[in-house]
């Protein structure tokens, strides 16, 4: 039985990423970008907030809201890049510090859901305790606000790099922060056009309404970041088809996989480890996986053809 250790496969040393420094290819320009956005949307929401207080509009108050909560989390995933990239060396983190954007991504989903709530309750209450809203002047400061959150959503897209289709939440820091901002604009949409209604109709409803719309689909947002990151932080299988492809390289000489793990370490990084019967070395099996697009880290446990135990592998 051998196991591969960079100690004594020296041959293998250069087949994958052992400075364990596992962090996006895009990282430092997704840095530059948030803190830009954070920026641009703390402006607006100064204005959204004032003009909704001084309005009377609780559609416009939402929006407000909801992009206090894009700041705080904007500030969350900007610092997830700083501290990542300060610390990318230290030795104390044994799989690098790639993994801290999906811890934002999680907080960030919890604040979205906190948004969600603030919401729904401040427009059930205005639904049932109506106020004038003063649409004309109200109108225009939100539209202005759907134009600022449409610019900031143009500016932190996610980049689609080749590693991230073998890992379909890419740098899931950035995707979270893009997040927010898509569901601050569907929001703003929904506002607007109750807006319209209760100045062109008199729908004096329509207002909080579009509050609980917003509610909704704030809810829907967090709810599937939620699931995204937490099967980050969890190591869920990021990827069937990188999975498949790597237990197809390490039993392509006769070998046999008999145990595989797969897992994220961050944005286009994954780690392996395998167990696997009668495919030579550990050295042999972990050139064949060189140059797998996303796979950085490679584990080997190497047992003989024979081995008594070959029928009681599993694959993750």
Same mark, same amino acid.
């Given at each position: 039985m051998t196991a591969a250790d960079p100690l004594r496969a020296p041959e293998a040393l250069d087949a994958f990423r052992e400075d364990r420094t596992y962090l996006g290819a895009d990282? %430092?320009?997704?840095? !530059?970008?948030?803190?830009?956005?954070?920026?641009?949307?703390?402006l607006t929401l100064v204005a959204q907030l004032a003009g909704g207080i001084a309005f009377r509009s609780? &559609?416009?108050?939402?929006?407000?809201?909801?992009? =206090?909560a894009h700041v705080a989390a904007l500030l969350v995933a900007a610092g997830a890049y700083a501290l990542a990239r300060?610390? =990318?060396?230290?030795? !104390?983190? &044994?799989?690098?510090?790639?993994?801290?954007?999906?811890?934002?991504g999680f907080a960030n989903a919890v604040v979205l859901a906190i948004t969600a709530v603030m919401i729904g309750?401040?427009? =059930?209450? %205005?639904? $049932?305790?109506?106020?004038?809203?003063?649409?004309?002047?109200? $109108?225009?400061?939100a539209a202005a606000g759907l134009a600022v959150t449409l610019l900031c959503v143009w500016l932190l897209r996610p980049a689609h790099s080749h590693a991230a289709r073998h890992d379909r939440d890419g740098d899931l820091n950035i995707a979270a922060a893009h997040l927010h901002l898509a569901a601050d604009a569907a929001v703003s949409v929904v506002a607007l056009a109750a807006m319209a209604a209760g100045r062109q109709l008199g729908w004096g409803f329509a207002d909080p309404l579009a509050g609980l719309v917003g509610a909704a689909l704030v809810a829907h947002f967090a709810w599937r970041l939620l699931h995204r990151a937490g099967a980050a932080l969890l190591d869920v299988n990021p990827s069937a088809e990188l999975t498949a492809e790597v %237990?197809?390289? $390490?039993?392509?000489?006769?070998? !046999?996989?008999?145990?595989?793990? $797969?897992?994220?370490?961050?944005?286009?990084?994954?780690?392996?480890? &395998?167990?696997?019967?009668?495919?030579?070395?550990?050295?042999a099996c972990r050139a064949r996986l060189?140059?797998?697009?996303?796979?950085?880290?490679?584990?080997?446990? =190497? !047992?003989?053809?024979?081995?008594?135990h070959a029928d009681h592998g599993h694959v993750h």
């Open positions: 990282h %430092r320009r997704n840095e !530059r970008r948030t803190w830009l956005v954070t920026g641009i949307c703390a609780m &559609a416009l108050t939402a929006s407000g809201l909801h992009m =206090a300060r610390h =990318a060396d230290d030795p !104390r983190f &044994a799989f690098g510090t790639g993994k801290l954007g999906y811890l934002a309750v401040e427009s =059930a209450h %205005r639904l $049932l305790n109506p106020e004038a809203v003063d649409y004309a002047s109200a $109108l225009p400061l %237990r197809a390289r $390490l039993e392509a000489d006769g070998g !046999r996989v008999l145990d595989l793990h $797969l897992w994220r370490l961050g944005p286009g990084h994954h780690a392996v480890i &395998a167990v696997v019967a009668g495919g030579g070395d550990a050295a060189h140059g797998l697009p996303g796979v950085s880290h490679v584990t080997i446990e =190497a !047992r003989p053809a024979g081995d008594p």
